[in-house]
Structure formats: C-alpha cells, structure tokens
C-alpha cells in the first residue's frame, strides 16, 4: 500500500513538472499525517481537501498547511452528505439578513476570508448563482469569531487515526 501512493504522488508530480497540470494535492490528511507526506516529497501539495463548514471548521491543521503553503479546500462547504446544520443555522441566517444574503451565502463567504477553497455542490442553476454572489460583502471581524463558535469539532466526520477505521479499509479495499 505504501508504494501504492507514493507511485501516485511520483506520478502527479511528473505531470506536475512537465506542465500537464497546474496543481496536485490531496485529501483528508489530517496534520500528522500530511505534515509527514509534506516533509519528504518533492513537490509539496497545493491543496489538501477537508471536510470543512461553519460546524466542522478544522482549525488545528491551519498552521501546519501554512507551513507548506497549501490550501485547505472545503468538502461539504454547506454541510455535506445531507447535513443541513449550516444552511439552518439562526445565526448564520441572522448575519445574512444584514446583508441581503442566504444562511448558505454567509458560510461560503466565512469560508472564503478564512483563505479557504469552497466549491459547493448544486444542481439547482438558481443556487449555483448565489453560491456565486459572496464577493459583495465581507464579514466583520465579531461575525467571523461568532460563526467560529459554531464549530462542533475540528476531525471532520471520520477519525483517520482510528486503526479500527483503517483496518476496515485495508480489509475492505485493498
């Protein structure tokens, strides 16, 4: 398994290089874990995607990402997999008033001056506009500390330092 994705990451980084593509990265490596990847590559990652929102803000991988220079991309900006916490939130809906804006508006744009990457998935032509329309406003500092009191835990929703967790997923997958 190990030389598994170390072929992999070998492999993005030659395209990397030659100029195939413009970015590599990767996905759910919490700070151990991807400060150790990040350490002994050549090429260090220039995204790591996250589960990320207003209730699952992984704060305690910032300072390690901004050790390499990479940037945390959201997965499930608005709550992910039918969460809808975010989207229902008082206080996100309380701060979007203010500016004319949906609760869901608020969480991409607490998301976005935070430095993180959030593509929100919609198949909804009329949300995929709004999602577009929170470059208008700016949070104020007491709204972003406010939001950031709304986070439940930083390890998103599945614990990868779990050997129950990864033993399933060696026997499951491989």
């Given at each position: 398994m190990y030389d598994s994705?170390?072929?992999?990451?070998?492999?993005?980084?030659?395209?990397?290089?030659?100029g195939k593509?413009?970015?590599?990265?990767?996905?759910n490596f919490q700070s151990a874990r991807f400060f150790d990847f990040a350490h002994y590559v050549d090429v260090k990652p220039m995204i790591n995607q996250l589960q990320c929102n207003a209730l699952i803000q992984q704060r305690g991988i910032d300072p390690v990402l901004d050790e390499f220079g990479t940037k945390m991309m959201a997965w499930g900006?608005?709550?992910?997999?039918?969460?809808d916490g975010v989207v229902k939130s008082s206080l996100l809906t309380a701060i979007g008033k203010k500016y004319?804006?949906?609760?869901?508006?608020?969480?991409?744009?607490?998301?976005?001056?935070?430095?993180?990457?959030?593509?929100?998935?919609?198949?909804?032509k009329e949300r995929m506009a709004q999602n577009f329309q929170?470059?208008?406003?700016?949070?104020?500092?007491?709204?972003?500390?406010?939001?950031?009191?709304?986070?439940?835990?930083?390890a998103g929703t599945v614990n990868f330092a779990d050997t129950n967790f990864v033993?399933?997923?060696?026997?499951?997958?491989?």
């Open positions: 994705w170390r072929s992999s990451w070998r492999a993005m980084e030659k395209a990397y290089k030659e593509v413009r970015a590599i990265g990767v996905s900006p608005l709550g992910g997999q039918g969460v004319g804006k949906s609760a869901a508006q608020v969480a991409l744009r607490w998301l976005t001056q935070r430095g993180i990457v959030a593509i929100p998935k919609s198949s909804h929170v470059f208008d406003f700016t949070l104020t500092d007491e709204e972003m500390a406010q939001i950031a009191t709304l986070n439940q835990h930083d033993k399933y997923l060696i026997e499951t997958y491989g």
